[in-house]
């Protein structure tokens, strides 16, 4: 597996997969490692979690750069994504404890009864690269508490950031095989969800990825959560602060170089403030400093890989074909590595793959609607629904809106973002299930029913 730096195309380090022998051990190792870790006291993983805190933050910048060299994302956002990950970690540390506890139910007289949260079982993490540490911890700060153990396939070119998580947990104190990366490809993913010593998985990634893994899992009859891409709507109401809307629109759309699921991906301008919505936006994202992402003052660094930026070049040609227009950027830049400028298209048609597909890089497509019904209408005609965000004055109306969009998580005057206190996932083909907050937590695990008498 190699590790290639997308600024410079230089191999940084090749190590050697997992094959079917080491994977078969280290499935036998968390299985055993399962038995002892879900009898230890809760506050035991607790501790051990906020020591994990402690680690990240400690080689911070160690591990920002890591990122940064294997998947190209500017360093300062880098650092941000090690500090979140020790966020989610203290989180954890401190609530897991009262999420996990029995949920008593007053049933009737003389009956004790209540639910009890319990692990299931080793669980499969199959990975993506765009936050290649922030995606990890999401999953394993409450999974490793809620005593499971987590096995990591993380995505193939972030063998680097894979393992240095795993040192994460074995220096914080976990025992080996609480948390374990395996070095292999996605062809062997089948086979490990279908092995008996996984209770479950967990996916963040594309569309295709999760209904291949759905349909693993769901033939073994695993629970999975699945969270995958998004095309989120970015909806501005005439009576919207337009210059906060086109900044805040402008850094939604090229966070992590605009290879983020909840970026704002198609802006939704009502005909009253679109001309001065679209000229200080494309001015917003012509601004961007474009550069080597190992810069502190860099916002744009290449695309996580060459074969990714030509896939958006395409999708861009293709809806330029299509009847698009190009207001900014639309080629590849002239220069080492695999970057791609702020692009904006407008008349964007609907079958066109700006109006259909994912656009994961800094691509807005940005439409005119005459009203709020046409805005919602437009907001939801995708088949993905992971966030959206609306911009209005008007807070009642905003909440009105919000309701009547089809997606997991609604922002209003800012942009979508996670955060560990709110339950984060999508509906429609942005996935099922839940991450975060206590909603997160209890994914994976057996809400017993429990009657005494
Ligand atoms: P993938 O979905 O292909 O990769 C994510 C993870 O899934 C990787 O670990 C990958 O392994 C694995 N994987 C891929 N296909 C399968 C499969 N059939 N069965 C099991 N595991 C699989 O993303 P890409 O890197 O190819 O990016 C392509 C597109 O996916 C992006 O352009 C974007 O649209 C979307 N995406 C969305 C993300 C999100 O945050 N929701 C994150 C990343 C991508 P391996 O690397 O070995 O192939």
Known sequence: MESLNPATEEVLETFDADD????????????????????RPIEERQRLLSKAGDVLRENKQKYAEMMTKEMGK??????????????????????????????????????????????????????????????????AAPNLTAGNVGLLKHASNVPQCALAIQEVFEEAGYPEGAFTTLLVGSDTVEDIITDERIAATTLTG??????????????????SVLE???????????????????????????????????????????????????????????????????????????QAREDLMEGLHEQVEDSIEAGATLELGGEPLDREGAYYPPTVLTDVPDDSPAGEEEMFGPVAS?????????????????????????????????????????AGMVFVNELVKSDPRLPFGGVKDSGYGRELAHHGIHEFTNKKTMWVT
């Not at 009253?272 to 494309?282: C, I, K, S």
């Open 74 to 139: 500017p360093v300062s956002s880098a650092v941000s994504e090690v500090e979140k990950c020790a966020w989610v970690c203290d989180y954890y540390a401190e609530h897991a404890g009262e999420f996990l506890q029995d949920e008593r139910i007053g049933t009737e007289p003389g009956v004790e009864s209540y639910i009890s949260y319990e692990p299931l079982g080793p669980v499969l993490a199959v990975m993506p690269w765009n936050f290649p540490f922030w995606q990890v911890f999401r999953f």
């Open 228 to 302: 995958l891409g998004g095309s989120d709507p970015f909806v501005v109401l005439p009576d919207a602060d337009i210059e906060d809307a086109a900044t805040t629109g402008a850094q939604a759309r090229c966070l992590n170089n605009g290879q983020s699921c909840i970026a704002a991906k198609r802006f939704v301008v009502h005909e009253d403030a679109y001309d001065e919505f679209l000229e200080r936006f494309t001015e917003e994202m012509e601004s961007m400093t474009i550069g080597d992402p190992m810069d502190e003052d860099t916002d744009i660094g290449p």
């Open 206 to 223: 594309s569309t295709g990825a999760g209904r291949s893994i759905g349909e693993n899992a769901g033939g073994s009859l695993k629970k």
């Open 366 to 406: 940005v439409f005119r609607v005459g009203d709020t019904e046409e805005a919602i209408e437009r907001a939801n005609k995708t088949r993905f629904g992971l966030g959206a965000s609306i911009w209005t004055q008007d807070k009642k109306q905003a909440k009105e809106v919000a309701r009547e969009i089809e």
């Open 20 to 39: 079917e022998t080491s994977v078969d051990e280290k499935l036998q190792h968390a299985h055993e490692t399962y038995e002892e870790w879900k009898e």
